[in-house]
């Protein structure tokens, strides 16, 4: 394995989703729905898939994509986007970080990461060399720390990557959080990734705030999104990052040498989603919000109190609360001692208070949650 693979641990989902495959234990674990999106969508992939749509698609991503993303972003957030040069589609949106660390950080460079972060942007840093400088939103509320983050800042940063709704602490960033972000991007210069696949998924009356509307932030933010989460379609793997020329033509330079182009029927299914079907992202946050309550409910009943989520799938709850300092061992021993299965997020930190903390998944059916919560509590 070559040195820069090295050091980074194989993917948990990858692990998780084989010892859910093993046990049939109750999945609270990788985050993806047991809802599927709308089947109108489904059928403009099958339809795409029957009228010729087969051979590769143009290497910035769908024509009908990029202008239904583009209208997304005016129609949502009052931004105007050009389709032609400020948006690419990727393969998922995980693809979207790697070309975007691959295309914008030069190795050495220090990117600032807001902890717990999403592992893939620790990997993507170690891929390309870069070094993370993680800011702790500690546990319980989560909150941006500004003293933390200018801390972090140093001559040799060149980034920062934000998320909000953020994974897997189900925080949505404040208004001022997003602003002291923006601040901070401004008098250092920074470019700043903003992974904001959860958009569509906020609680109780948020918006989601991007951070590309702040004033002065266009012109240094890379936004990246995608279906997976806004339409329930987490297999067909179509993302795209939107932006001014430079930042995406720095994605594309990377894509294109990634993949080339992505699945040519599944954009052409997400552009039918986008144009047609809004009202799907208009009723998700509603939708969960009721699962949301029902396991968080679950959890604390358990002896697990958790953080409330504000947005995302995921709530994180410390288990040394039970007694438990190892949150992968907790894990490894939940789908026999309980039927349930959650994710050990240590790996989304650098701080040793990650140790214990574990990631629970509500975008599954009701039944299963009031199951799987009924098996938690009776496991004690
Ligand atoms: N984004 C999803 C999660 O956080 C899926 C992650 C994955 O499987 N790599 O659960």
Same mark, same amino acid.
């Given at each position: 394995? +070559?040195?820069?693979?090295?050091?980074?641990?194989?993917?948990?989902?990858?692990?998780?989703?084989?010892?859910?495959?093993?046990?049939?234990?109750?999945? $609270?674990?990788?985050?993806?729905?047991?809802?599927?999106?709308?089947?109108?969508?489904?059928?403009? *992939? *099958?339809?795409?898939?029957?009228?010729?749509?087969?051979?590769?698609?143009?290497?910035?991503?769908?024509?009908?994509?990029? =202008?239904?993303?583009?209208?997304?972003?005016?129609?949502?957030?009052?931004?105007?986007?050009?389709?032609?040069?400020?948006?690419?589609?990727?393969?998922?949106?995980?693809?979207?970080?790697?070309?975007?660390?691959?295309?914008?950080?030069?190795?050495?460079?220090?990117?600032?990461?807001? =902890?717990?972060?999403?592992?893939?942007?620790?990997?993507?840093?170690?891929?390309?060399?870069?070094?993370?400088?993680?800011?702790?939103?500690?546990?319980?509320?989560?909150?941006?720390?500004?003293?933390?983050?200018?801390? !972090?800042?140093?001559?040799?940063?060149?980034?920062?990557?934000?998320?909000?709704?953020?994974?897997?602490?189900?925080?949505?960033?404040?208004?001022?959080?997003?602003?002291?972000? !923006?601040? @901070?991007?401004?008098?250092?210069?920074?470019?700043?990734?903003?992974?904001?696949?959860?958009?569509?998924?906020?609680?109780?009356?948020?918006?989601?705030?991007?951070?590309?509307?702040?004033?002065?932030?266009? =012109?240094?933010?890379?936004?990246?999104?995608?279906?997976?989460?806004?339409?329930?379609?987490?297999?067909?793997?179509?993302?795209?990052?939107?932006?001014?020329?430079?930042?995406?033509?720095?994605?594309? !330079?990377?894509?294109?040498?990634?993949? $080339?182009?992505?699945? !040519?029927?599944?954009? +052409?299914?997400?552009?039918?989603?986008?144009?047609?079907?809004?009202?799907?992202? %208009?009723?998700?946050?509603?939708?969960?919000?009721?699962?949301?309550?029902?396991?968080?409910?679950?959890?604390?009943?358990?002896?697990?109190?958790?953080?409330?989520?504000?947005?995302?799938?995921?709530?994180?709850? %410390? @288990?040394?609360?039970?007694?438990?300092?190892?949150?992968?061992?907790?894990?490894?021993?939940?789908?026999?001692?309980?039927?349930?299965?959650?994710?050990?997020?240590?790996? $989304?930190?650098?701080?040793?208070?990650?140790?214990?903390?574990?990631?629970? +998944?509500?975008?599954?059916?009701?039944?299963?949650?009031?199951?799987?919560?009924?098996?938690?509590?009776?496991?004690?």
């Amino acid at each position: 394995l +070559a040195s820069r693979l090295r050091k980074i641990p194989p993917s948990v989902f990858g692990r998780i989703a084989a010892v859910q495959t093993r046990t049939g234990a109750i999945n $609270f674990g990788q985050g993806f729905p047991d809802q599927e999106g709308p089947p109108q969508v489904v059928e403009a *992939v *099958v339809t795409a898939l029957r009228s010729g749509r087969n051979q590769y698609a143009p290497v910035r991503g769908d024509q009908a994509l990029r =202008e239904a993303v583009a209208r997304h972003q005016e129609s949502y957030y009052a931004l105007t986007v050009d389709p032609d040069t400020e948006v690419v589609v990727t393969t998922g949106a995980s693809e979207a970080i790697a070309s975007a660390l691959l295309g914008l950080v030069e190795p050495g460079d220090e990117v600032v990461v807001l =902890e717990p972060y999403y592992d893939a942007y620790a990997a993507g840093l170690d891929m390309v060399g870069a070094v993370r400088r993680p800011v702790l939103l500690a546990a319980p509320d989560f909150r941006l720390d500004e003293k933390a983050l200018r801390a !972090a800042v140093t001559a040799r940063t060149s980034a920062i990557i934000v998320n909000s709704p953020h994974n897997p602490t189900g925080r949505t960033l404040t208004r001022d959080e997003l602003d002291l972000v !923006a601040a @901070v991007a401004r008098e250092n210069d920074l470019i700043v990734i903003t992974d904001e696949v959860y958009e569509h998924i906020t609680f109780d009356g948020r918006a989601h705030i991007p951070l590309a509307t702040l004033p002065g932030m266009w =012109e240094r933010t890379l936004t990246i999104s995608g279906s997976a989460k806004s339409f329930s379609f987490t297999g067909w793997k179509v993302g795209w990052t939107i932006g001014p020329e430079p930042l995406v033509s720095a994605v594309l !330079a990377a894509k294109q040498w990634l993949t $080339f182009t992505t699945n !040519a029927p599944a954009q +052409a299914g997400i552009a039918v989603a986008l144009t047609e079907h809004t009202d799907y992202l %208009d009723g998700l946050g509603a939708d969960l919000a009721a699962r949301r309550d029902l396991l968080c409910e679950g959890l604390a009943a358990a002896g697990l109190p958790v953080f409330v989520p504000e947005g995302t799938y995921y709530t994180l709850t %410390d @288990v040394g609360e039970l007694g438990w300092d190892d949150a992968l061992q907790f894990c490894l021993a939940l789908p026999e001692r309980a039927g349930v299965i959650a994710v050990p997020v240590n790996g $989304f930190y650098d701080d040793p208070a990650g140790g214990h903390m574990v990631r629970w +998944a509500f975008c599954k059916h009701r039944p299963l949650i009031e199951e799987g919560m009924r098996r938690l509590g009776s496991a004690r």
